[in-house]
C-alpha cells in the first residue's frame, strides 16, 4: 500500500531548505508519495507557541546561528548566513507551490527556489525571481503565477495552516508520516 508523507514547511525556512534534498531521496527511495503542504509559518508559530526569530530570547537567537553553521558545514552547502532579502514575504513564493504542486512536481521548483533565497540571494518576494525559477525548473510560469495568485491557493495556504495545528505540525520542515510527527 502506498505511504503518505505530509511536508509542512515554508520557502523562508533554512531548516527546510537544508533538509529538503535528502528528505527528496528519502521518499524518492522509498516510493513515498509526497503531500505538499506550504504553510504561512508565523501563524504556524503564533498558534503553537513558537516565537519569529526577532522575537526569541538572544541566546536562542545565537544558539540558530551556530546551528545553521554547523549543519551548513555538515550538508556542504553555500548558505548564507543573513541573506540579502530575508525575511521576505513568504505568501506567495509559498502559494507559487501549492499552484505548481497541483499538476506538477514542484521539487526542482523547490530545490531552485531554496537555492535562490539560501545561496544566490534572490528576493522571492518578487514575482520576476518566482517566474525565472519556475522556467529554470520547466514549469508554466505565468499560469502558475496566476493560479498563486487565485482565491483558491489562498484559500489551500490557510487551509494548510489549520492541518499543520491539527497534526501537531510546529515549524519548519515538519513531516507527519502515519499521524507521527518527524
Given at each position: 500500500?502506498?505511504?503518505?508523507?505530509?511536508?509542512?514547511?515554508?520557502?523562508?525556512?533554512?531548516?527546510?531548505?537544508?533538509?529538503?534534498?535528502?528528505?527528496?531521496?528519502?521518499?524518492?527511495?522509498?516510493?513515498?508519495?509526497?503531500?505538499?503542504?506550504?504553510?504561512?509559518?508565523?501563524?504556524?508559530?503564533?498558534?503553537?507557541?513558537?516565537?519569529?526569530?526577532?522575537k526569541r530570547h538572544?541566546?536562542?537567537?545565537?544558539?540558530r546561528m551556530f546551528?545553521?553553521?554547523?549543519?551548513?558545514?555538515?550538508?556542504?552547502?553555500?548558505?548564507?548566513?543573513?541573506?540579502?532579502?530575508?525575511?521576505?514575504?513568504?505568501?506567495?513564493?509559498?502559494?507559487?507551490?501549492?499552484?505548481?504542486?497541483?499538476?506538477?512536481?514542484?521539487?526542482?521548483?523547490?530545490?531552485?527556489?531554496?537555492?535562490?533565497?539560501?545561496?544566490?540571494?534572490?528576493?522571492?518576494?518578487?514575482?520576476?525571481?518566482?517566474?525565472?525559477?519556475?522556467?529554470?525548473?520547466?514549469?508554466?510560469?505565468?499560469?502558475?503565477?496566476?493560479?498563486?495568485?487565485?482565491?483558491?491557493?489562498?484559500?489551500?495556504?490557510?487551509?494548510?495552516?489549520?492541518?499543520?495545528?491539527?497534526?501537531?505540525?510546529?515549524?519548519?520542515?515538519?513531516?507527519?508520516?502515519?499521524?507521527?510527527?518527524?
Amino acid at each position: 500500500m502506498p505511504r503518505t508523507v505530509d511536508y509542512y514547511f515554508s520557502l523562508l525556512s533554512p531548516w527546510a531548505y537544508i533538509g529538503h534534498a535528502l528528505f527528496m531521496d528519502i521518499v524518492r527511495r522509498h516510493h513515498v508519495t509526497v503531500n505538499y503542504k506550504p504553510v504561512a509559518l508565523a501563524q504556524v508559530f503564533a498558534d503553537t507557541g513558537g516565537l519569529p526569530l526577532p522575537k526569541r530570547h538572544p541566546a536562542r537567537q545565537r544558539y540558530r546561528m551556530f546551528e545553521l553553521q554547523r549543519w551548513r558545514e555538515k550538508r556542504g552547502l553555500a548558505l548564507h548566513l543573513h541573506p540579502k532579502f530575508w525575511p521576505f514575504d513568504g505568501n506567495l513564493a509559498d502559494r507559487f507551490v501549492i499552484a505548481a504542486a497541483r499538476e506538477h512536481d514542484p521539487d526542482r521548483f523547490l530545490r531552485g527556489g531554496f537555492a535562490g533565497i539560501w545561496e544566490h540571494e534572490r528576493n522571492l518576494g518578487e514575482e520576476h525571481s518566482l517566474i525565472d525559477i519556475a522556467r529554470a525548473a520547466d514549469l508554466p510560469a505565468a499560469e502558475l503565477l496566476a493560479a498563486a495568485k487565485a482565491d483558491a491557493a489562498q484559500k489551500r495556504y490557510e487551509a494548510n495552516v489549520r492541518d499543520a495545528i491539527a497534526a501537531d505540525a510546529f515549524g519548519s520542515p515538519c513531516y507527519v508520516l502515519d499521524g507521527e510527527v518527524f
